[in-house]
DNA sequence: CCTGATTCTGCATGATCATGCCGGATTTAT
DNA sequence: ATAAATCCGGCATGATCATGCAGAATCAGG
C-alpha cells in the first residue's frame, strides 16, 4: 500500500467518523504505529486533521456558528449602522418579514419609528423588542425554538409561512457567496429560510463583511434572487454579488 | 474512544440536558468515574461547565441587559417569589405552557434549571427568554402578536393550540374569582387562553392577589377547572377557591 | 544495468500521558 | 448523628509519543 493511498483512507476516515485510533489503523492496515503517527503528522500539518493522544480528530469544519446570545454581545456599533442603512429599505404600509439573527435583530432596533409598518417575523427576539411599538403590528410565525439560531424552525414555521406574502423580507445570512449564493449552518434554518424566500416578493440581505465571500453546508436561494445585500464595507466579494445583479448598499462609518 | 471525544461528548451532554452526573457518565462511558472527574475538571479549567457534588452544571450565561419594559413589568420580589412558587408545579419532562403575562414571565425566569422540559408558549418574551436555556426546548405558537398583552392572539394561535396537549398550562390571570372563574379584558385575550384550556389536561393560574375576587368581561374557565393557584397571600377569595377545588399555593415571604 | 540520493519504514529508548486504584477528607442524605 | 456517596491527591501501570538510527524501497541519471 502507496504512502499517498495510505493518507487518502485515514483522510476518508476522518471525514467519515470523525476520529481515528492510531492503534487500531496500524492493526488494520498492517503497518507499525510509528507509520501512522507519521501519517497523521503529515495529514495535520496540511490541516487534514488534528492529532490528539491515541489518535486524531477531524478539525471543526464550518467556522462554528455561535449562539445568538453570544453574537449580538459582539460589534454593537457595527451591527447598528447596518441595521440603520437596511431599515432605509423597508417600505411603508407594508409587511416586512425579519429572519432570525443578531443584524437583523439590530435592523429591528433600527427601525424608523416614524412608518407604519407590518412585520412578521420567526424570531421570539425581535417580536419581544417591536411588539409594543407605536405604528407596528408583529405576527409571530411559530414553531419549535431553535436554540442556537433563537429562530422559530420546523414543519409548522414553514406551513405558517406559506400563508404571508411580504412585500420585502430579510433573511438572516450565515454566509454569502456570488457563487454558491446564499447559505445556512443547518438544514432546518435553511428549509425556514427557503420558505421565507418563497413567500417574499423580494429578498434584501443584512450581512457583516465577514460573511460575504463564505459559503455554509445547505443552501437557500442563488446568488441571482438576492435583490439587496446592505454590508459596511465594499470588497471583491461585493462586486462579484452586484455581477450577479444584486443592489449593494454600504453603511457609512457615521450614519449621522 | 479518546480522550477528546470524551470530552465533546459530555461538552455536548451539558448543552443539551444542562447538567451531567459523573457516576451514571461513567458507567455510561465505562470508564472510572475519576476519570469523569478528570474531564469534568479539565472541562471547567476551560469555562465549559461548572462542578458541583456529584457532576456537573452547564455555566450561567451571562445575564443579558433586558428591556426596559420586561425588566419593570416584573414588580420585583414578590412576582419573583410567586414565579418560583409556581415554578414547583411543574413536572420534569413533560409539556408545560406558558400563557403571557408579566407574572408567567416572572414564572418562566424562576424555572428550575436543572430540570428538562418542554415549555410552549405565545409570548415572545418568555421563548426568547427560555430558548437557549440547556434542558429546555420551546415551542412558540404564533400569530399576530397584541401590543397590550404581549401574546400572541387570532385564529392562527387558537389553530396552532389545538395541535397541542400540555400536561399542565399556567394561564395568566386577568381576574379570578369562585364565582366568574377565570376571566379576561379582551375578547381575543379571552379566546386564547380558553384555547389553551380546552387544549391542556391540568390548568394552573400564578396570580398577584390583587387578581383574586376580582372579575373581567370575558368568561374563559370556570372555577371548578382550575387545578392550582398560586399566590402570595391568604384571602378570603383564595378559602373560596379552595372550595370550589382549587389546591392553593402560598407562596411564603422566604422561598428560601 | 549500476550507483548514489532520497524517501519510507520499523525498531529501540526514554519521556509523557491517560487511567485506575487506594486512603483519607469532605459533602450529602437519612 | 451516622452512613453513604463523593471528592482529592498521590501512585503505579500500561499505553502512547518523540527522536534517532538503520535497513529497505524508490528514483534519477549515467
Given at each position: 500500500m502507496?504512502?499517498?493511498?495510505?493518507?487518502?483512507?485515514?483522510?476518508?476516515?476522518?471525514?467519515?467518523?470523525?476520529?481515528?485510533?492510531a492503534s487500531a489503523l496500524a492493526a488494520e492496515l498492517a503497518v507499525s504505529e510509528?507509520?501512522?503517527r507519521r501519517d497523521l503528522r503529515a495529514l495535520?500539518?496540511?490541516?487534514?486533521?488534528?492529532?490528539?493522544h491515541g489518535g486524531a480528530l477531524a478539525p471543526e469544519m464550518q467556522p462554528r456558528p455561535q449562539p445568538v446570545r453570544e453574537r449580538t454581545a459582539m460589534a454593537g456599533d457595527e451591527k447598528a449602522r447596518l441595521g440603520a442603512a437596511a431599515a432605509r429599505l423597508a417600505p411603508a404600509d407594508a409587511l416586512?418579514?425579519?429572519?432570525?439573527?443578531?443584524?437583523?435583530l439590530a435592523l429591528a432596533a433600527a427601525l424608523p419609528r416614524d412608518r407604519r409598518l407590518t412585520v412578521a417575523t420567526n424570531a421570539p427576539a425581535i417580536a419581544a423588542l417591536l411588539y409594543d411599538r407605536p405604528g407596528v403590528s408583529v405576527i409571530l410565525v411559530g414553531g419549535r425554538v431553535d436554540p442556537q439560531s433563537g429562530a422559530c424552525v420546523g414543519a409548522d414555521t414553514v406551513a405558517a409561512l406559506a400563508r404571508l406574502r411580504p412585500a420585502l423580507a430579510f433573511i438572516g445570512a450565515c454566509a454569502v457567496d456570488a457563487?454558491?449564493?446564499?447559505t445556512a449552518f443547518s438544514l432546518e434554518e435553511a428549509q425556514v429560510k427557503?420558505?421565507?424566500?418563497?413567500a417574499a416578493a423580494a429578498i434584501a440581505v443584512a450581512a457583516t463583511p465577514d460573511k460575504l465571500g463564505t459559503f455554509a453546508p445547505f443552501r437557500v436561494v442563488p446568488a441571482e434572487r438576492i435583490g439587496h445585500l446592505v454590508t459596511t464595507r465594499r470588497g471583491a466579494a461585493c462586486d462579484a454579488l452586484a455581477d450577479a445583479g444584486v443592489a449593494v448598499h454600504v453603511a457609512g462609518p457615521d450614519p449621522q
Amino acid at each position: 500500500m502507496l504512502t499517498q493511498e495510505r493518507h487518502a483512507l485515514i483522510a476518508e476516515r476522518l471525514r467519515s467518523a470523525g476520529s481515528v485510533v492510531a492503534s487500531a489503523l496500524a492493526a488494520e492496515l498492517a503497518v507499525s504505529e510509528d507509520t501512522i503517527r507519521r501519517d497523521l503528522r503529515a495529514l495535520e500539518a496540511r490541516g487534514v486533521c488534528e492529532r490528539v493522544h491515541g489518535g486524531a480528530l477531524a478539525p471543526e469544519m464550518q467556522p462554528r456558528p455561535q449562539p445568538v446570545r453570544e453574537r449580538t454581545a459582539m460589534a454593537g456599533d457595527e451591527k447598528a449602522r447596518l441595521g440603520a442603512a437596511a431599515a432605509r429599505l423597508a417600505p411603508a404600509d407594508a409587511l416586512v418579514f425579519l429572519d432570525a439573527g443578531s443584524t437583523n435583530l439590530a435592523l429591528a432596533a433600527a427601525l424608523p419609528r416614524d412608518r407604519r409598518l407590518t412585520v412578521a417575523t420567526n424570531a421570539p427576539a425581535i417580536a419581544a423588542l417591536l411588539y409594543d411599538r407605536p405604528g407596528v403590528s408583529v405576527i409571530l410565525v411559530g414553531g419549535r425554538v431553535d436554540p442556537q439560531s433563537g429562530a422559530c424552525v420546523g414543519a409548522d414555521t414553514v406551513a405558517a409561512l406559506a400563508r404571508l406574502r411580504p412585500a420585502l423580507a430579510f433573511i438572516g445570512a450565515c454566509a454569502v457567496d456570488a457563487g454558491h449564493g446564499l447559505t445556512a449552518f443547518s438544514l432546518e434554518e435553511a428549509q425556514v429560510k427557503a420558505a421565507i424566500a418563497d413567500a417574499a416578493a423580494a429578498i434584501a440581505v443584512a450581512a457583516t463583511p465577514d460573511k460575504l465571500g463564505t459559503f455554509a453546508p445547505f443552501r437557500v436561494v442563488p446568488a441571482e434572487r438576492i435583490g439587496h445585500l446592505v454590508t459596511t464595507r465594499r470588497g471583491a466579494a461585493c462586486d462579484a454579488l452586484a455581477d450577479a445583479g444584486v443592489a449593494v448598499h454600504v453603511a457609512g462609518p457615521d450614519p449621522q
